[in-house]
């Protein structure tokens, strides 16, 4: 086992907005190297842009073969414009930004609140389906 402290992965998502993945600390098992395990991980997608959304959880591992990065346990969601998402699991695969949760979804923002038993987010955060039980309410203008 390799224990990292302070751990980053980064990179790009194929619409070329920058990525980074840091931990508070990062296990790496020698039997599975392209595994790692993350304690207080956060992904910060497209910094360099006016709205960069953040994505925090109290657990994670990220596959670094397959790019996919999986948070669980207290995951919350800014996208830098105003809204916020609490779930308590998310799956991002980091190539394309394409990010799903099947365990709820719980959103608030300048436009209303929704919730819903699953979601999936597309389009660079620009559509989000929801599924299972969806209640929105939206603020009038």
Do not use: C, H, W
């Not at 992965?9 to 039997?31: C, K, M, T």
């Not at 394409?98 to 999936?120: M, N, T, W």
Request: glycine share 12%.
């Amino acid at each position: 086992i390799i224990r990292m402290v302070g751990a980053r992965f980064q990179g790009r998502v194929e619409d070329g907005r920058s990525f980074l993945i840091g931990a508070q600390q990062a296990v790496r098992d020698e039997r599975a190297p392209s595994q790692v395990a993350l304690l207080e991980p956060i992904m910060v997608v497209g910094a360099e842009t006016a709205t960069p959304r953040r994505i925090m959880a109290r657990k994670g591992s990220y596959d670094e073969k397959t790019r996919m990065l999986r948070l669980t346990g207290d995951v919350r969601i800014d996208d830098g414009a105003g809204n916020r998402v609490a779930t308590e699991d998310t799956t991002i695969d980091t190539r394309t930004g394409l990010a799903v949760g099947q365990q709820g979804i719980e959103g608030d923002g300048p436009v209303g609140q929704v919730s819903a038993d699953s979601y999936e987010v597309k389009d660079k955060g620009d559509r989000i389906e929801f599924r299972g039980r969806v209640r929105t309410r939206v603020n009038p203008e």
